[in-house]
């Protein structure tokens, strides 16, 4: 039976057992320091209204969030796919587990945002230079335009169709070949909210998604060159 191409936001489960076997087959670094953990709501509103974000800061967020959902996407089709190499499904299987968290993380932060200032109210720290903050649930617009969400890296619908048609070493090949240059993509987009943001969860996570992505394209540059 034909596989069917999943919508960009399916999150295949995978245990954490899968997970590990994965860190341990391919020699991906574990969670960093710099790794952003999921806090509490309180906690999580708490951080949102001691700094602020800026409009720079969401647009990273609302970038990355679409961008990793593929990264999904890409991993659910090679791991449907038959006759791939364990070594692979091992990778997939990480990156799935791996990016999931993140993207849950990246929700709350969004929420928490979303709640941090009270309506018509100033965030903590902003008071004495005057500068009013967006009330509660506001979002800043024009992220469409920002280098951020431009989703660098990203595969063509025709190669999705590609990589759900392939099989076997074809489909080992293909997606390694569209994750590594995926992965390429969120360094850039990385690189950038490290070097400009303002909002300590959106640096940690840029922090995070360098080390952990730099790994994984090593990872997959070795596996890619050894394909038959």
Known sequence: MPRRIAALGVVLAVSTGLAGAAVVTL?????ASSTPVAAGAGAMTDAAAAAYPTALDHCYIEGMIPHHEQALALSELVLAASGVRERTRALAEFIVA????????????????RGAIP????????QAHGAAQPVAGAIPTGCGDHPHTQMKGMA???????????EADAADRLFLEL???H?????????GAVREGSNAFVRNSGKHVLVEQES???AMTSLLAEVP
């Open 179 to 181: 994750m590594i240059a």
């Open 27 to 31: 020699g991906i670094t574990g969670p």
């Open 156 to 166: 063509t619908a025709e190669q999705l169709v590609a990589l759900d048609a392939a």
């Open 216 to 218: 994984e394209i090593t």
């Open 183 to 191: 992965h390429e993509g969120a360094l850039e987009m990385a690189e």
């Open 98 to 113: 791996d990016q999931a968290a993140e993207i849950d993380t990246m929700r709350a932060w969004q929420t928490a945002w």
């Open 119 to 126: 309506a018509g109210g100033v965030a903590a720290g902003h």
